[in-house]
């Protein structure tokens, strides 16, 4: 099968999810099974086949390009964890 | 009178003939909340007073407002402006969103009173209602038992008259199988029909809004007030809003309704089985015209779906981050360290599980093994019920292959989890409507629940039927 625990562990990793190690003996158990399972799919002839991402035949929407008000930022930085006046606020990200 | 215990036309009349006031009912709802709710933990976020206040504020009646006076609770992951919104997780902790829903405006235009918010498995991720940061919600027929999900909270409301009404949203099944399971009515509306802003997002592509009620009339006048075409939502579809509640009552003679036998599996209980074939005679009494029929890539909607799902809940849930807003996890070395704590201390186990699923099938080398191929057999699915819909103009299944499973009875195992929605899951990924109503109980007591599933918009159509069998049922 596909799943190890190194995989388990990149994946993480590209979505930036922590695991602890508990967490990545069951998960690798539990997708590994998930997998097995959705590998029925291979059983299927999609030859030819369109994937459909969307159901509606959707084309591109478009509108007027007006100027309207957008939320006020000081609504918008209500709820941030950490800020300074209208910024988010985080940790250091250029290495000095 | 326990004016808890009526629907929502019920109300109206009485309201309209002057004899109760809008806080007459919120303050019913109130009592029954804080008489049930600590056993069944059905609402997280509930202010009674706010409620009262709410009531109290309400314009005078004008004709337009189809829910003038009626209380009503949203799903915990519907944006209310300044209330609490989260997911039923912790990394939503604290988060009151600076805007409502486009369906919170409508209710609110149309005269509702919002009330609060229902639990609700987190971001919609379960079908029991288990994996809410805020605890297990029960099942009101028996409080051993899930109340299915993810709209749990919403259904168990309802279904303990804890609401008159709610909303829910439905990605796999989320609304039709916790009505089923909790005995109550259930709407998917056809994918475009209702606006999705203000909806956080599971899976973009399958995401509806949808209500939770008492009875079939109730689920229409919510549909009515809640669909149309909306600027926020470019998915949302420009099609005209029928009056569903007058088109409801026209019966179903000469209607043809076709039985797929790929939900007539092995597996599936043997009570619910009975419930169905009952329900199939009642229908052909009705006038309606029942054929067995088949929509043989059925077997393949689980598979699909928690590929297609998972890959898009993934990308939608990058944004919980720890930056903008909910939880953020402390002493992080680096940026990346902080998400990355974030994201493990913020999400449950199931959240993470789905994200590392829909990340893998997404991922360099096995896009098109597994995500691409998903979308293949997708096309296959939503072909199924084209051809179906030529010959049939409903569909009748089981909403569920089981009635409500004990309290952690499935959650070591996801896959036997997933497969819960084994029935509801087609709907979503054909994009067509399907409503759940109560067809009776197991002889311990249970709900079972009667799925109908209809063209795209054409909820007219499933809910002519519905409402045909309830009247009949009673």
């Known amino acids: 099968m596909d799943i190890t625990k190194d995989t388990v562990r990149y994946v993480a990793d590209l979505a930036r999810v922590g695991l602890t190690d508990e967490d990545l003996g069951n998960f690798t158990g539990q997708l590994d099974r998930i997998l097995g399972y959705v590998n029925k799919l291979k059983a299927v002839d999609v030859s030819g086949l369109e994937p459909t991402s969307h159901v509606l035949e959707m084309k591109n929407i478009y509108r007027e390009d007006e100027v309207k008000d957008s939320l006020p930022v000081s609504e918008v930085m209500k709820n941030a964890p950490a800020k300074k006046g209208d910024m988010f606020k985080v940790g250091k990200i250029i290495e000095a | 009178m326990e004016l808890n215990r009526l629907t929502a036309h019920e109300l109206t009349a009485l309201l309209d003939k002057g004899d109760i006031s809008p806080v007459d009912i919120c303050n019913n709802i109130i009592k029954e909340i804080g008489q049930k709710d600590k056993g069944l933990n059905a609402v997280v976020h509930f202010d009674p007073e706010k409620a009262i206040e709410r009531a109290k504020a309400l314009k005078g009646r004008d004709s337009s407002a189809a829910l003038w006076g009626l209380p009503i ?102 609304i039709r199988q916790p009505a089923s399971l909790c005995g109550v009515v259930g709407l998917k509306p056809t994918y475009g029909r209702v606006s999705r802003y203000g909806l956080i997002a599971f899976a973009s592509s399958l995401d509806q809004i949808g209500p939770i009620t008492k009875d079939v009339e109730d689920a229409a006048i919510l549909l009515k007030v809640i669909s149309g075409h909306d600027n926020m939502d470019p998915t949302s579809v420009d099609k005209s809003v029928p009056d569903f509640p007058s088109l409801i009552k026209r019966g179903i003679k000469g209607l043809k309704i076709g039985i797929p036998k790929e939900y007539f599996i092995e597996g599936i209980d043997s009570e619910v089985r009975q419930s169905m074939r009952d329900a199939i005679k009642k229908l052909e009494t009705l006038g309606a015209i029942c054929e067995d029929m088949s929509l043989p890539h059925t077997e393949y909607a689980v598979a699909v779906y928690y590929l297609v799902a998972t890959a898009e809940a993934s990308s939608n849930l990058a944004r919980f981050d720890g930056v903008q807003y909910g939880f953020r996890a402390d002493q992080a070395a680096s940026v990346i360290e902080m998400h990355k704590k974030t994201r493990q201390e913020g999400f449950g186990s199931e959240a993470k599980r789905r994200i590392i699923l829909g990340t893998f099938a997404l991922s360099s080398g096995y896009y098109d093994a597994y995500y691409l191929r998903a979308l293949k057999v997708r096309t296959l699915i939503k072909r199924d019920f084209e051809e179906a819909f030529k010959k049939y103009d409903v569909i009748v299944t089981p909403t569920s292959p089981t009635p409500a499973f004990k309290i952690n009875e499935r959650t070591e195992d996801p896959l036997t989890m997933y497969l819960s929605d084994i029935f509801t899951i087609s709907a979503n990924l054909a994009g067509i409507p399907g409503i759940s109503i109560p067809c009776g109980f197991t002889k311990s007591g249970l709900p079972i629940g009667l799925q109908i599933l209809g063209k795209p918009f054409d909820e007219e159509t499933i809910l002519r039927t519905a409402y045909s069998y309830e009247q009949a049922a009673k």
């Open chain 2, 73 to 174: 609770f949203i799903k915990d992951n519907i944006c209310v402006k300044d209330e609490l919104t989260t997911c039923g997780s912790k990394i939503l902790e604290g988060f009151a969103p600076p805007y409502n829903a486009t369906v919170v405006d409508r209710l609110c235009r149309a005269g509702a009173i919002l009330m609060g918010k229902t639990n609700m498995d987190e971001f919609a991720f379960g079908s029991s209602t288990e994996t809410s940061f805020y605890g297990v919600t029960k099942n009101p027929w028996d409080r051993d038992r899930i109340p299915g999900g993810s709209s749990g909270g919403s259904a168990a409301a309802v279904a303990a008259n804890e609401a008159i009404f709610a909303l829910g949203s439905d990605t796999g099944g989320s």
